[in-house]
């Protein structure tokens, strides 16, 4: 599997930016994906997962009712949406798929983007 993420930026503190992640292959419905982030000189965090069907979501505490994360497996993509985006936002986003379940833990992904660049200034 192979991702390419897009829709990275610089926006002001309260504004909005919707990530994209597309996914080649044709099973994408069956991989868990997620969305991360890592800031300079920090740990890569996670952000956001949803289960292959786009039944279940799950959130890091820091971006819950502000973050939401959604796929259309016809066009093999997975969304994350932020609103009132914050300074501690600011980071390199990177999605992720599961060959098993959906997860916060970055080591059951197997496969990963190469990241977009998120900057919220103040």
């Known amino acids: 599997v192979q991702l390419v993420e897009s829709g990275g930026g610089s926006v002001q503190a309260g504004g909005s930016l919707r990530l994209s992640c597309a996914a080649s292959?044709?099973?994408?419905?069956?991989?868990?994906m997620g969305w991360f982030r890592q800031a300079p000189g920090k740990e890569r965090d996670f952000v956001a997962a949803i289960s292959g069907s786009g039944g279940s979501t799950y959130y890091a505490d820091s971006v819950k009712g502000r973050f939401t994360i959604s796929r259309d497996n016809a066009k093999n993509t997975v969304y994350l949406q932020m609103n009132s985006l914050k300074p501690e936002d600011t980071a390199v986003y990177y999605c992720a798929a599961s060959n098993g379940y959906y997860s916060h833990i970055t080591r059951r992904y197997d496969y990963w983007g190469q990241g977009t660049l998120v900057t919220v200034s103040s």
């Open positions: 292959g044709r099973t994408f419905s069956m991989y868990g």
